[in-house]
């Protein structure tokens, strides 16, 4: 089954202290993303990566860093986590925008649900 | 910068009425227009796909239309059912990123 996942779907942490949150696909997607979700403000891109290696900053990337070693993977990072960063966070995949593959349609994971205290 | 608008933020209305939902952007060098369904606390679930070219896609009681030239798409809801109460999100692709709207929060009465 073609899917996003990640993990963990829930997350209460304390301030400071450094967590990861994966993403996988199976779709050979070349593009990911991760976004979060505020009320009031819609979901907001934090950074994307077009390929493996290539990421790039998106609207509110503070506080956040990303790797992509893999084509499949992109964990999102939080070195030291605020309580600003609380929020419901969603990766997803799709083909790369432009190209011979352009305007391909977005995959979702199912998110993670993270509290900084 | 791109800026998606979805306007009304709420909307209520009585079982078995056609409605239509908006979503505006200001930049109108899209590559596609993706309209999704959001349950309360849940993930995204997509609806429809408009391509740049395309005018409009449908999809059982959905239809969605893409018009560049004015910023503006519309998803159109046949016949509603207490089922589809959800928010309903559009995001549009510009450039390497996507921008998504508020979204605009759906309630069918029965």
């Known amino acids: 089954e073609a899917q996003v996942t990640q993990n963990p779907r829930y997350l209460i942490t304390v301030t400071g202290k450094k967590l990861t949150v994966t993403c996988s696909q199976n779709m050979n997607h070349e593009y990911m993303s991760w976004y979060r979700q505020d009320p009031g403000l819609g979901l907001r891109q934090i950074y994307y990566s077009m390929n493996v290696e290539v990421t790039d900053k998106g609207d509110v990337p503070e506080g956040y860093k990303v790797s992509r070693k893999e084509k499949r993977n992109f964990p999102l990072i939080l070195e030291s986590p605020s309580p600003n960063q609380t929020s419901l966070y969603f990766c997803?995949?799709?083909?790369?925008?432009?190209?011979?593959?352009?305007?391909?349609?977005?995959?979702f994971g199912p998110g993670t649900r993270l509290t900084v205290l | 910068k791109q800026e998606v608008t979805q306007i009304p933020a709420a909307l209520s209305v009585p079982e078995g009425e056609n409605l239509v939902l908006n979503c505006s952007f200001t930049d109108s060098a899209i590559y596609n227009l993706q309209w999704f369904r959001q349950d309360p606390g849940k993930g995204l679930t997509s609806l429809l796909l408009i391509q740049s070219s395309q005018r409009e896609q449908t999809s059982g009681r959905l239809n969605a239309s893409l018009d560049k030239s004015s910023g503006r798409s519309t998803l159109y809801i046949a016949a509603s059912q207490p089922g589809d109460s959800a928010t309903y999100l559009c995001?549009?692709?510009?450039?390497?990123?996507?921008?998504f709207g508020t979204g605009t929060s759906l309630t069918v009465i029965p």
């Open positions: 995001a549009d692709h510009t450039g390497n990123q996507f921008y």
């Open positions: 997803a995949s799709s083909h790369p925008p432009g190209g011979g593959l352009r305007g391909n349609e977005q995959f």
